[in-house]
């Protein structure tokens, strides 16, 4: 690994807050949260980034990769400015989820899993994010969840994205 460092202060500042809430002896435990602070300054995370995650929780890089693997809000290859995920396990496919899906890949003009040419978008597809009865449901960043997501809707959510 190079001495560059890939987190900056703020971001170390904000992993040292997870780390503490747990004991010292335990400090692995605020993995999670320290890949979403590195995820969140970087949009995904590299091996590199990883590594260095890994370096100061005092973990094995392989352990550190093996939770971002595990879990689908890790970003393990670029992704757009705005990564939208649509729910389309079988309740919100029932409630439209497929149709919206088709409507976000011809506006986008992308499949799933794709980046659009200026690098805004990336769509994904999403796993049950808890939220049947706000079918259709689109996420947003992994952080935002947008619900009854109609053209309209969709319309709306992507000139606000700009």
């Given at each position: 690994?190079?001495?560059?460092?890939?987190?900056?202060?703020?971001?170390c500042?904000?992993?040292?807050?997870?780390?503490?809430?747990?004991?010292?002896?335990?400090?692995?435990?605020?993995?999670?949260?320290?890949?979403?602070i590195a995820?969140?300054?970087?949009?995904?995370?590299?091996?590199?980034?990883?590594a260095?995650?890994?370096d100061?929780?005092?973990?094995?890089?392989?352990?550190?990769?093996?939770?971002?693997?595990?879990?689908?809000?890790?970003?393990?290859?670029p992704?757009?400015?705005?990564?939208l995920?649509?729910?389309?396990?079988?309740?919100?496919?029932?409630?439209?989820?497929?149709?919206?899906?088709?409507?976000l890949?011809?506006?986008?003009?992308?499949g799933f899993?794709?980046?659009?040419?200026?690098?805004?978008?990336?769509?994904?597809?999403?796993?049950?994010?808890g939220?049947?009865?706000?079918?259709?449901?689109?996420l947003?960043?992994?952080?935002?969840?947008?619900?009854?997501?109609?053209p309209d809707?969709?319309?709306?959510?992507?000139?606000?994205?700009?």
């Amino acid at each position: 690994m190079s001495d560059t460092k890939l987190l900056s202060a703020a971001a170390c500042t904000l992993i040292d807050r997870e780390v503490a809430k747990y004991p010292a002896e335990h400090k692995r435990s605020a993995v999670m949260g320290a890949l979403r602070i590195a995820q969140t300054e970087h949009r995904w995370l590299s091996n590199e980034l990883i590594a260095e995650v890994a370096d100061y929780l005092g973990m094995a890089p392989v352990a550190v990769y093996e939770v971002a693997s595990f879990y689908n809000m890790y970003n393990l290859k670029p992704v757009g400015l705005h990564k939208l995920a649509v729910c389309t396990n079988l309740p919100c496919a029932l409630s439209g989820a497929m149709s919206t899906a088709e409507y976000l890949k011809q506006k986008l003009g992308i499949g799933f899993g794709e980046t659009t040419a200026d690098g805004k978008y990336t769509l994904v597809e999403g796993e049950c994010m808890g939220a049947c009865g706000s079918a259709p449901v689109l996420l947003v960043n992994d952080h935002k969840m947008c619900s009854h997501m109609t053209p309209d809707a969709i319309d709306k959510k992507l000139a606000e994205l700009g």
